[in-house]
């Protein structure tokens, strides 16, 4: 054989052997997001006006709390992760904004999350999940995600945060309150962004 087919099955070979190492792994590439449907509600001003310990939606309230099982097996209380910046992500399987957004989510937690001191935790609304939990994992499983996915069987969560529209972002400061809230997808780069501006 003369070198340059060498060169050229030695090639094939690495190629060959990334796009194995990337089926095998299910990992869904981030795709560019259209960021014009996406509303990221602006600040009144208002928000130091607010009581301290306030629980509510608005800017600087403390979110409603809650306990929900995860995908793997354990408990999540989002009032638990006080101290750390949080990212409160509801979606569902059938969304295509949110199988969109996830690759980047993924992405930005893989990447970012521990020396940015950040916890995503991407609520799925169960309730509206035409094959329960089992979707859930395939499409977990699919996208390769990582990050804490609690399961909101009975749509109470979704409910009490007022989720019209999915996806639906809380970004939470590390003493629980809220800084923007997001309504569409975010790609990484708006990801960071926001969660830079987070306390």
């Given amino acids: 054989m003369n070198k340059k087919v060498i060169g050229y099955v ?6 060959g052997s990334m796009v194995a190492i ?5 990992v869904k590439m981030a795709d560019p997001i259209d960021k014009s449907n996406v509303l990221i509600e602006p600040k009144d001003g208002t928000e130091g006006d607010v ?11 403390l979110p409603p709390d809650f306990e929900l099982a995860t995908l793997d097996g354990e408990t999540l209380k989002l009032s638990d992760l006080k ?8 979606w569902a399987t059938w969304c295509p904004p949110c199988k969109a957004e996830m690759p980047h989510m993924q992405n930005y937690y893989r990447n970012s999350a521990e020396e940015d001191n950040v916890e995503i935790v991407a609520v799925n609304l169960t309730n509206s999940e035409n094959r329960g939990v089992k979707v859930v994992q395939e499409f977990v499983d699919s996208y390769g995600l990582t990050f804490k996915i609690p399961l909101d069987e ?3 969560v ?3 945060y007022v989720v019209f529209q ?4 809380y970004m939470l400061n590390t003493d629980g309150t809220i800084s923007q809230i997001v309504k569409g997808p975010m790609d990484e780069s ?3 962004t926001l969660i830079d501006d987070l306390d």
């Fill in 166 to 169: 999915i996806p639906t972002t």
């Fill in 190 to 192: 708006t990801l960071k």
């Fill in 154 to 156: 009975t749509g109470v």
């Fill in 22 to 26: 990337m089926v095998n792994q299910n």
């Fill in 158 to 160: 979704g409910e009490e």
């Fill in 10 to 15: 030695i090639a094939a070979l690495l190629i």
């Fill in 83 to 90: 101290g750390k910046k949080v990212v409160l992500n509801f």
């Fill in 51 to 61: 009581k301290e310990g306030t629980v509510g939606l608005d800017f600087g309230n």
